[in-house]
């Protein structure tokens, strides 16, 4: 029984000494080159990305001159495929700065972006130069900003003004005639000027409806993960907007055939005479 209980103490006195054992540490790399970059969040669809990058020892902080390394830019979608590859970046005139200029074809889709800069003098100095690495990401959206909630629904609540303003139209010129005022035999009994005013609503609802179709295409932009309907909804505001000459000029005929047919109805009523539906 002495002999378990001594077992059991020299235990617990030996495993504070076991747990305190240090774990492994790496050593941390005090040789190599420190790569500072401009860094963005947010890129616009379809913009160019520019930006600039130095290098510095990261023995002892001194900047390199951008003669002493050549440095690569590897740019990655959302689904991680390699979609752009640089030669050595461009060095500026300056003698430090490397130039990184990726055209904006390579952001037409939406989604994060990821890439890395690695920069070395192995191919300049020799074979036992020395190197560095930095991975960075940004979005591609529509607007190039992160839009926060306020800014969503500032977005939704414009819509819903758009949208209960075109059914108001409708619904007021629901109480307008639509032609003169006609008897039960279908006489012409008065010119109704009232109905003069459905031309400019119905200009005003179509211009409307153009508004709520663009607006409607930037939040599909903003705030749907696959741009398929943003674009339809765009297409279809684009080809409204082609035929808003044609309708403006549509409804200004209508007026003024209108306004003649009516000038000739009053030379009617001023003789006694009421047309019916053959004039």
């Given at each position: 029984m ?5 077992i059991?103490?020299l ?5 504070p000494?076991?747990?305190a ?7 941390e790399n ?10 963005i969040?947010?890129l ?8 600039h ?8 902080g ?7 390394a050549?440095?690569?830019f590897?740019l990655?979608?959302?689904s991680g495929?390699h979609v752009?590859q640089s030669n050595?970046l461009?060095?500026?005139i300056?003698?430090?700065d490397y130039?990184?200029?990726?055209k ?13 800069i ?14 560095g690495?930095?991975?960075?990401n940004?979005?591609?959206n529509y607007?190039?900003k992160?839009?926060?909630?306020s ?6 609540v ?5 949208i209960l ?17 006609r ?6 009994l008065s010119?109704?000027?009232?109905k003069y ?7 005003f609802?179509y ?8 607006l409607?295409?930037n939040i ?5 993960p696959?741009q398929?309907f ?5 297409a279809?505001f ?12 549509i409804?200004?005929i209508?007026?003024f055939?209108?306004?003649y ?5 009053q030379k009617?009523f ?6 019916g539906?053959?004039?």
């Amino acid at each position: 029984m002495k002999k378990y209980l001594l077992i059991f103490i020299l235990t617990l006195l030996l495993f504070p000494l076991v747990s305190a054992v240090p774990p492994f540490i790496p050593e941390e790399n005090i040789n190599g080159i420190e790569i500072f970059e401009q860094r963005i969040t947010f890129l616009p669809l379809n913009t160019d990305y520019e930006s600039h990058i130095h290098i510095s020892n990261i023995t002892n902080g001194m900047p390199l001159p951008n003669d002493e390394a050549s440095c690569y830019f590897h740019l990655y979608n959302n689904s991680g495929n390699h979609v752009f590859q640089s030669n050595p970046l461009e060095s500026l005139i300056n003698g430090w700065d490397y130039e990184v200029l990726i055209k904006a074809g390579n952001f037409s889709n939406a989604g994060m972006f990821t890439y890395n800069i690695f920069c070395n003098t192995t191919e300049i100095t020799d074979q036992s130069g020395i190197g560095g690495v930095v991975k960075g990401n940004f979005e591609v959206n529509y607007s190039g900003k992160d839009l926060t909630e306020s800014q969503s629904i500032i977005y939704f609540v414009l819509l819903g003004i758009l949208i209960l303003t075109l059914f108001a139209i409708f619904f007021g010129m629901s109480f307008l005639p639509s032609s003169n005022e006609r008897d039960e035999e279908g006489k012409i009994l008065s010119v109704s000027y009232l109905k003069y005013l459905r031309l400019p609503l119905w200009l005003f609802a179509y211009f409307l409806f153009i508004a709520i179709v663009y607006l409607s295409s930037n939040i599909g932009f903003a705030f749907l993960p696959g741009q398929l309907f943003a674009k339809l909804l765009f297409a279809i505001f684009v080809i409204l907007m082609s035929l808003s000459t044609l309708v403006i000029i549509i409804i200004i005929i209508s007026f003024f055939v209108k306004f003649y047919h009516d000038k000739d109805f009053q030379k009617y009523f001023s003789r006694g005479f009421f047309p019916g539906e053959q004039l």
